[in-house]
């Protein structure tokens, strides 16, 4: 069983590294600091699983579960994030992630999680599937950011936090057109006219 842990902060990898390999020397673990070191790697040959941040300093942790689900449908992803938001929980298992942890998880609670995803099954702690239900219940009709593409949503959030087309672009390594474009995309998917409108949103919406 081979295990690739992305995550920027080497610290966290390590000790996740640490916590796997109680599971025996059957499991073989790798490293990645940032999506495109993951996704390189996983070209090289493919993980069973991969234990995913969401907040990677050069890709959105979302686009990087897009891309391998895509291209690689049998590896199985484990979300993993500092943001309890069920918001970002509900987009990660519709993209089809194998799991939702939050780092303050317990370690019996990862390496259930591990077992659970190499089996092709998929794993939810009991206090995050009781705040999935509460936020199911909540929104019948979904909010409006569902709508956005992985992209969308991450050109979104970094528009919220006051990041500049220009600076976006050069994170992304993609032209402040394209950004433009993404932006004025989204922005009619969200029903919206200016950037206020997107930050008050996300606010509101605990996605930044």
Known sequence: MRILICDDHKIVRDGLEHILKQMGPSYIVEQAANGIEAIAKQKLEPFDIV??????????????????KMKWPATNVLMLSM?????????????????????????EELLLAVRKAS???KYISQSMAENLAFY???????????????????IMTRIANGKSLLDISNELFISAKTVSTYRSRL???????????????CLE???I
Request: glycine fraction near 8%.
């Open 136 to 154: 199911l219940n909540r929104n019948t009709d979904g909010p409006r950011h569902e709508a956005l593409s992985a992209r969308e949503f991450e």
């Open 51 to 68: 234990i995913l941040d969401i907040s990677l300093p050069d890709r959105n942790g979302l686009e990087i579960l897009e891309s391998i």
């Open 119 to 121: 089996e092709g099954g």
């Open 187 to 201: 922005l009619e998917k969200m029903g919206m006219n200016k950037n206020s409108e997107l930050t008050r949103y």
């Open 83 to 107: 943001h309890p938001q069920e918001q970002y929980a509900m987009r990660a298992l519709k993209l089809g992630a194998s799991g939702y942890l939050t780092k303050d998880t317990a370690t």
């Open 205 to 207: 919406n605990n996605l």
